[in-house]
Nanobody, 127 residues
């Protein structure tokens, strides 16, 4: 069992930055593929980024590539999402998720490949 708690959301102006954190409980954090998703009002939850258990492999959605960076710290059992050059269209609730699958399986399988989810943190980007 893994509990995930997101933090770091807030209100920021376009062009600004935020860093989200996802703290995981449990001793098996280092074995999970970890991902970030987001859901804007009236839209489906969409993939943002994913990182392998080792941190050596990452994938990003095209809309955030070059602006967002996913990382993880095994010593702190925490995953991060550094978000730069934020745009109003980045406004959403951001969720972290953990998958028992490999990073490739999790990335190609989408939301259904993830076993645990956090409650989400709101990110609002004003124009």
């Amino acid at each position: 069992q893994v509990q995930l708690v997101e933090s770091g959301g807030g209100l920021v102006q376009a062009g600004g930055s935020l860093r989200l954190a996802c703290a995981a409980s449990g001793r098996t954090f280092s074995t999970f593929t970890m991902g970030w998703f987001r859901q804007a009002p009236g839209k489906e939850r969409e993939f943002v980024a994913v990182i392998s258990w080792s941190g050596g492999t990452t994938y990003y959605a095209g809309s955030v590539k070059g602006r967002f960076t996913i990382s993880r710290d095994h010593a702190k059992s925490t995953m991060y999402l550094q978000m730069n050059s934020l745009k109003p269209e980045d406004t959403a609730v951001y969720y972290c998720a953990a998958s028992k699958s490999s990073v490739v399986t999790a990335h190609t399988g989408g939301r259904g490949s993830y076993d645990y989810w956090g409650q989400g943190t709101q990110v609002t980007v004003s124009s």
